[in-house]
């Protein structure tokens, strides 16, 4: 028989895959395969049943990999779904499916394990070796890794008891060993009226289950009702959170519902050898439940009951590197083969799925009111441009006052800032200009460094640089730190506030999930007072002695040219709003330069579902998504302008043949320094479009997150 094989190789000219002979395999294991001269891994992907008209020579599969497949059906069917809806070849698809190769690392490995042999001797001297023999009494076979964690025993008394034949080592697959409970037993949520409503209406009906429950209203425990309802049924879950830094936060919240031995956390900074490893425990069904980022969709799960989306609006459910996939649309695929129930959580519904709810595509499923009736906070918005700050910018004297107040109370503060570094730039006060990165052409970031020395971060490409002695442009040496970022901000409550404890949670601190997890900890037992930093304290944290929540500039990225940035900051200021008063009465401080700006006052007022459906009808009337769909064409390169604007003109000209109703822009990305350049097409089918054009070279972007 034929076989379409994926190989490891990632040679553009083979992405969909080679022909390959072989007798019998498996679809979905993995193979080794002649490529060029040399031997490569490969996913053995589909059965070819037509032959093609001229007949050619087909290489022979030299070798299967293991005696069960990698992949399952449904895993391969979304693999070409994937594929199709994003415009990538199957092997792009497929990586990020399968943990890096060598795919022959996934396989089962032969375990040393031990087993007693006979009874025990009743006059045994060592009482090292008498503890590994009672350890081993009843057992039929014991791994080694499980032997030296119940006893502690060394190789020398191992080697003693296998000498004198008491002892007996042999070697079993990883899949044979000791097997665990695959259903684990669940503590069972408790549910108020409201919680028990949502969730039941949920569980009635089939389709995905939009959760619009205001901040602090107790989505999580019902996603822990759902989970623990699957697990019951002998299925499995995976839950989605939209940061890397919230996968441990998630885990303290769920380890109460199952033995977290159960529950497997996967994101994109694992190391390869723990994503293997995790990889291979999630696929022998050791576990019940997968938490993760985006990435953690992709979960080898063979009884997979329900799928979770927490914080559903949010842009990082997009990936930004091919496949660019949208978790929310994969997902949605998922379910729908596997006939898991997909379940969409969110204070802040994404206009998409406030859309497929109102049209019915979604159930919508609310929860109006607070855990246990708790009120919402108190919003209070400050016009910076009437605040007078002195040393103290962005702090104004109503939010220092504020922060005062509950220092003296023994309450919480988090403050939130979407800026890191000390400074958002570096201004010439002779020529006005601001010291600009030559990748990006943006204003550099001022950071202070580890040694304490200042440096220059663009936050777009990744470039530093050192802090210039004068301007590049006038040579003018007065040069002045301008605006301000967390690590500034963090100063100035150091100094305004000089026993407070305080925690900063960004990019600059924050490299690992265990990081964020120590850090809210110390906020749960009270051995901090302030926690200030960048998105992640915005989303999700659930601290029931924080009282006051701020946001110190809220403009930032409200003027972006952006059909999405109102929505974005309406989305994060509603979300802040939920950090306070969560288990006592709560503040909210907004400061801004633009109180009346719509996106603050309804923030500010609580009115989220008003917010949704006005911006719904502007997005209809103008034709932005949802109203339309819309794919992204990225030009990169010396010649991007030039490619650009050549196939602008013939997306208009297939627009003008085929009488289709679309729009199409081009025009340089704004953080792309004038290298990078798009053209955006916008219509019901774009498809219809793109099938008609030549795009070698070019990364396609479909329902992009980004377009300016």
């Known amino acids: ?53 001229v007949e050619y020579d087909v290489k022979q599969v030299k070798e299967i990999l293991g005696d069960a497949p990698l992949l399952t059906d449904v895993q391969l069917r979304l693999v070409r779904w994937v594929a199709e809806e994003y415009c990538c070849s199957l092997r792009a698809a497929l990586s990020v499916f399968l943990p890096p190769p060598p795919w022959s690392a996934l396989l089962p490995a032969d375990i040393t394990g031990y087993a007693l042999k006979g009874s025990i001797p009743e006059h045994l001297r060592s009482k090292k070796q008498m503890h590994v023999l009672e350890y081993l009494q009843g057992k039929d076979w ?99 959170v939209p940061e890397i830094l919230l996968t441990e936060h998630s885990i303290h919240r769920f380890r109460n519902l199952i033995d977290p031995e159960y529950i497997a956390i996967v994101h994109s900074r694992l190391t390869p050898s723990q994503r293997r490893e995790t990889w291979k425990k999630i696929h022998r069904g050791e576990i019940s439940l997968v938490i993760g980022s985006r990435s953690a969709l992709f979960s080898p799960l063979s009884k997979l009951g329900l799928v979770i989306l927490d914080e559903e609006h949010e842009w990082t459910y997009k990936n930004e590197q091919t496949p660019r996939y949208h978790a929310r649309e994969t997902a949605d695929a998922l379910c729908r083969f596997t006939g898991a129930k997909l379940v969409l959580g969110t204070a802040t519904p994404s206009l998409e799925s406030w859309a497929r709810a109102k049209a019915g595509r979604y159930h919508l499923a609310r929860l109006p009111e607070r855990y246990k009736n708790q009120p919402l906070p108190a ?122 404890r305080l925690l900063r949670a960004d990019s600059d601190t924050l490299e690992h999930p265990e990081q964020m997890r120590l850090l809210l900890e110390k906020m749960r037992d009270g051995r901090a007072d302030i926690l200030l930093g960048t998105q992640s304290v ?91 769909r819309m794919i992204r064409l990225i030009f990169r390169g010396s010649d991007a302008k030039l490619r650009a604007e050549k196939l602008h003109i013939a997306v208009l000209q297939t627009i003008a043949r085929q009488s289709l109703t679309a729009k199409a822009s081009v025009a340089p990305t704004l953080f792309g320094a004038g290298k990078v350049w798009h053209v955006l097409l916008s219509c019901e089918e774009p498809r219809k479009i793109i099938t008609q054009l030549d795009l070698t070279d070019v990364v396609i972007d479909v329902d992009p997150i980004e377009c300016v």
């Open 538 to 628: 915005v989303k999700g944290l659930d601290l029931p002695n924080v009282t006051l929540a701020a946001v110190l500039v809220a403009d930032i990225g409200l003027s972006l040219p952006h059909f999405r940035a109102g929505e974005r900051i309406f989305q994060l200021l509603t979300q802040l709003t939920g950090r306070s008063g969560r288990a006592k009465l709560g503040e909210v401080i907004i400061q801004t330069f633009r109180p009346n700006a719509p996106e603050i006052l309804a923030a500010a007022k609580h009115k989220t579902e008003p917010y949704l459906e006005q911006e719904l009808k502007l997005r209809l009337y103008t034709g932005y998504p949802p109203a339309t």
């Open 142 to 240: 014991v791994s080694i890794d499980n032997l030296k964690g119940g006893t502690g025993v060394t190789k020398p008394v191992l080697d003693a008891l296998l000498k004198q034949d008491l002892i007996e080592k042999s070697l079993q697959k990883e899949s044979s060993t000791e097997t665990k409970n695959q259903k684990p037993k669940t503590n069972q949520p408790i549910l108020t009226e409201a919680q028990k409503s949502a969730y039941e209406s949920m569980r009635a009906d089939p389709r995905p289950s939009l959760l619009f429950g205001i901040t602090g209203s107790g989505k999580t425990e019902v996603y822990a009702q759902l989970i623990a309802d699957t697990i019951e049924a002998g299925k499995q879950a995976i839950l989605l």
């Open 379 to 500: 919003v209070r918005v400050i016009d910076l441009a009437e605040a007078r700050f002195g040393a103290m910018y962005p702090f104004s004297p109503p939010l220092l006052t504020a922060i005062e107040e509950r220092l003296k109370k023994g309450e919480q503060s988090v403050l939130f800032l979407n800026h890191r570094g000390t400074a958002t730039s570096l201004l010439c006060l002779q020529c006005r200009r601001r010291i600009v990165s030559p990748e990006s052409q943006l204003p550099f970031t001022v950071h202070e460094g580890r040694d304490g020395k200042p440096f220059l971060l663009d936050h777009i490409s990744g470039v530093s640089a050192p802090v210039p002695s004068e301007c590049p442009s006038c040579h003018s040496t007065n040069l002045l730190a301008v605006g301000a970022g967390t690590q500034k901000v963090e100063a100035l409550l150091r100094k305004q506030f000089p026993t407070a």
């Open 1 to 53: 028989m034929r076989y379409l094989v994926l190989p490891s190789s990632r040679s553009s000219g083979i992405g969909n895959g080679l022909t390959y002979e072989a007798n019998d395999v498996k679809v979905g294991s993995a193979v080794r395969v002649p490529l060029r001269n040399k031997l490569v891994e490969g996913i053995v992907f589909d059965v070819i049943q037509e032959r093609a008209s």
